[in-house]
Each structure stands twice: as structure tokens, then as C-alpha cells.
């Protein structure tokens, strides 16, 4: 069975070659592999060399954003059946400290969790994968052509959970009672910028828009970019950030009432940190971003813990997510692409059959979005 990754000592992506996987426990799941999304983490990964293969291995199957079909089941499967559409997630826990032994391995305390694709695991780039019940997740079929947005939609699901989970700390928020962060209505009267316009942070807006967030998206692409009608699409004011200060950023979103939301999704580290001085009052920022490349700048280290201590300021990272997630993001994608005229379907600009796999991991485009990789097409 062929399978796309890393090899140990070949830099760049290859194909080789990987047993037919078979149930062998009751609570196993075989899945035929139809789609797998490539992502910002998957480029980098091959940019750079990151190859984080298992002690005794050479290689590791790429792919972490996945959907397919399930072809079999073992005999104590109750949730999905032979012929559902279904997804995987990607970490799977340490098995030693209280959040992993929980089902929530994205806050593992030990750090000794394996991910698919990614850590330690084989990923998803390859025809047949076997998996544990708990890790399958099954997606209405009206969804199928998009559910590989899954995984990248529920890393925005917990970074918006944590941040309203965060911010219940003001109950008030607002004049109007029923906006309060964990109200249904929490998005009413409130104003986020999303840092990056790439598919997580589309995705961010989205998740944002649906929740009635007035949001501002900035990124350094020209007004005539794709990314920037998508976001115009989703309803975001748009902030070309090229020749800009972090503050004239910030200030830009600012000429309504505070900035109480910044989600960062692009991953520039510099950008990240230097905006944190020009947060507002009691507000909370969100980072998933995960720069790969050293970068060092100079800050005033007094002048910014002042400003957290005194203004009630909330930095906080968020990264993967737990099967919770994945069914939120489930839920949200049909409202997504239904409330925003099927913007999903713009965003998916590139796809591959799985024996191009090289031009799949080559150059982007300046109209490139989201990459996918039809390991066999669904007709």
C-alpha cells in the first residue's frame, strides 16, 4: 500500500511503501482515505526538514486533515458503520496525566502525546487507515466535500472556546444582558481582529461572524488578493498591514469601542508579540500560530507586564483539539457555508490527485488558499 511522508535521511516529501492495516481489536475502525487537506504545518514540515519519525522507523505517512469511508468495523463499534463518512483526529494522549486520560489530549500535561501525521504517528496520506472507535468522528454526508476543514475548523472551535470560557470572567460585558460570552449571543456588541488571512484565519472570521462578532482581518496582501474577498465574503473589514505599525493596525479597529478580541492565526511571531502592547482594557488574545524560523526582536519587557497586570490582559496559546471540537466543528461547517453563499467551496483552490503529490507540496500561487489531495476522488 503506497503512502505519501518524510523519510529519515531524503529530505523533501516521497512515496513509499506501507502494510495493508487490518481490525485486529474489537473497537477498531478500518477507513478508506478519500481526501486529505495539506496545511501551513504540512509545507513547513517539508520546507524545513521537520521530520519527527518514530524511534525503530524511517518514515512517516504525512497528513493530518482527513475524510474518508469506513470499510469495516470490529465487533464492538456501535457509533459508525460500513459506508459512513467519517473523520479522524489527530492527537492521541499520553495515557499518564488527568486531561489525556480525560479524552482531552490537546491539554496533555506531559507532552508525551503522539500525533497523526505529525508526531511519532503515521498520517493520513494513504488508502487504508485502521483507528480506535474514540478517535472516529462521523460527518453528515451533505458535508463530505468539505469536511476536510474538520481538523483546521476545530483548533478556531477551542480557541474561541477558551476565550469565551476566559472572558465569562466580565458577566456584564455589555448594557444588553444576554451578550454575555457564554449567552448564546455572545458575539453581539464585541469586536475581534483576526491576525492572518490564510485558512485558519478565514475559518477564525467565520466562526466569529456566525457568532455576530464585528470582525477586522488583517493581513499583507494587496486589496485584490483572494484572500481578501474571501474575508470581505465572510463580512470582515479588511486591514492591508503591509507599511503598518501594530498600533495603526489596532487603531484601525478601534474607531467604535475597544478591540476585545485578537486571534491570531498566522503565525509571525514578531507581528504576535508586538501586538499584544496595544490590546484593550480586559481583553483576551488568542494564539495558534506556531512560528518555525528564530526571529528576535527588542521589547520594553517592564513596560509590557505593567500594561498586562494593570489592564486585566489575557494572552493565551491554544493548540489541537479534542473530539468535542471536531463535533463542534461539524455542527458549524453546513452553517458556515450555508450563511456565507457557499464561500468553502472558494477556498479549496488546489487539488491534486494522489499521484501528484509533488505539485502539491511544490510552489503556491498568490492565488492559493487550501490545498487537497484526492487520494481517490469520491466519483
Known sequence: MLAIGMLRDKPGVHTFEMPVPEIRQPDEVLVRVKEVGVDGTDFNMVKFNLQDIAEGR??????HEMVGLVEAVGAGVKSVAPGDVVTVT??????ECHPCLHNMSDMCMTGHYRERGLHKLDGFLTQLIVEQEQYVV???TELKRFAVFTEPLSIVEKGVEQLRTIQSRLPWTCPHPAHGFLSPDWGQCKSALVVG???LGLLAIALLRLAHVNVYASDIVAEDSPKVALAQRLRAHYIDARGK????VVDLCCTVGPLEIIFEASGAAATAVQLINHMSRSSIYIMTGIP?????IEIDAAQLVRQIVRFNQVVAGSVNSNRNHYEMALRDLGEINKRFDGV??????????FDDYEQAFGPRDEKHIKTVIEVEPWE
Open 245 to 248: 505599525t501594530p498600533k495603526e
Open 292 to 296: 518555525r524560523e528564530e526571529v528576535c
Open 138 to 140: 462521523k460527518v453528515p
Open 197 to 199: 488571512a490564510g485558512p
Open 58 to 63: 524511517d518514515e512517516i505517512a504525512m497528513g
Open 344 to 353: 468553502l467551496a472558494e477556498m479549496l483552490t488546489n487539488r491534486y490527485l
Open 90 to 95: 489527530v492527537r492521541r494522549g499520553c495515557g
